[in-house]
């Protein structure tokens, strides 16, 4: 057997064992964590472990139904309207051009559908249900907002999760809008990118930005970039728990989004939630490791995630100072919805 035979088999040997240790080892790690905590705790376990690997839908997108279906003139305009800056590099600039082009040319926000019968807006949601959808290029089953107009009328609002779905849509709300977003970042501009998820109903991405050595938070619905304190100092939204979900690891983001109205849980155990980020990226980590080499782990998932942690000690490093130009208060969605919502920055 042969130099290159032998190291196959090895290779062959070595995934299939990970593999193995991986279910066994992570299955009951995870199992006997869940049974050590209190049932709160348990249910943010589970919506945790639900935003693990949910940024490997992209992989298998065909970036030419991506890019066939926008208008890449708008996306990248003139040269000279785009110059980089030196705070900016030419990948950044690209990024804000894109935030703009998404919110402004592209995607759609939705309060509530009109009637599709008679044009009403006086829609309101009646109900819920779980139907197929069949879009142009992929089928999925989904939760369906149903409204009626005050004639009877019923519309139905289906909120799609599958982002080649919502290139078809354009429509939705965060959730829908940074979907979709990451699908379109990903193919027209290339990269890391992570989702982020806050507990109160938000939702938002960053980017690996190899210039500056670090994530930069991007928020496709109000077409904001490097500005983590939108949230707490702009829009007054109190929060408890913020965190990101990359392809190589989770971690806690709390300290550099939530500076401001920090929610405080005492029926979730924060040690158990850090417990349970460390065990998702083991299992994430032993993944990456059937499908990438230690060199690449080494550095793109482990030396950066520390280097994260080790900023977050220092707020001055991880946390731009909010930029004054931006508007008070959240853009998306209606004035009463934001009001309500403890967003609109009064
Ligand atoms: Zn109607």
């Known amino acids: 057997m042969d130099e290159t035979s032998v190291q196959a088999l090895t290779d062959a040997f070595t995934v299939s064992q990970i593999k193995r ?14 049974s050590s905590t209190n049932h709160e705790t348990v249910s943010m376990a589970h919506q945790l472990k639900g935003l693990q690997n949910n940024m490997s839908i992209y992989d298998s997108i065909d970036p030419d139904v991506v890019l066939d279906s926008l ?9 000279h309207q785009q110059e980089s800056t030196a705070a900016e590099d030419y990948t950044e600039t690209q990024l804000r051009n894109l935030l703009h082009y998404f919110k402004n040319d592209f995607f759609l926000w939705m309060n509530a559908p009109e009637c599709q019968h008679c044009g009403s807006k006086e829609t309101k949601c009646v109900a819920h249900v779980q139907e197929p959808f069949e879009g142009r290029w992929t089928t999925e089953t989904c939760r369906v907002e149903v409204y009626n107009c005050p004639l009877g009328h019923t519309t139905k609002f289906p909120r799609l999760n599958h982002p080649l779905n919502l290139l078809y849509s354009k429509t939705g709300r965060c959730g829908e809008w940074v979907n979709c977003f990451l699908m379109v970042a990903k ?126 000690l220092s707020t001055t490093t991880q946390t731009p100072a909010m930029t004054t130009t931006i508007p008070k208060g959240r853009q998306s969605g209606s004035a009463e919805w934001t009001k309500q919502r403890g967003e609109d920055g009064l």
């Open 21 to 34: 240790a991986k279910q066994s080892v992570s299955e009951n790690k995870w199992n006997a964590f869940l």
């Open 187 to 312: 193919c027209v501009i290339g990269g890391d990118f992570r989702y982020i998820w806050n507990v109160e109903d938000h939702v938002w991405c960053e980017f690996y930005s190899p210039h500056k050595q670090r994530w930069i938070h991007l928020d496709p619905c109000e077409a904001v970039m490097d500005e983590p304190l939108l949230y707490s100092e702009n829009w007054g939204k109190a929060m408890s728990l913020v965190v990101g979900s990359g392809e190589d690891y989770m971690v806690d983001l709390s300290t550099k989004y939530i500076t401001k109205n920090r929610i405080t849980k005492p029926q979730i155990k924060q040690k158990d939630i850090q417990r349970c980020i460390s065990l998702l990226n083991q299992t994430t980590l032993l993944q990456q490791l059937t499908r990438h080499n230690l060199q690449y782990l080494y550095v793109k998932a482990i030396v950066r995630k520390n280097k994260e942690l080790k900023s977050q």
């Open 71 to 79: 208008d890449l003139l708008k996306v990248f305009p003139d040269q």
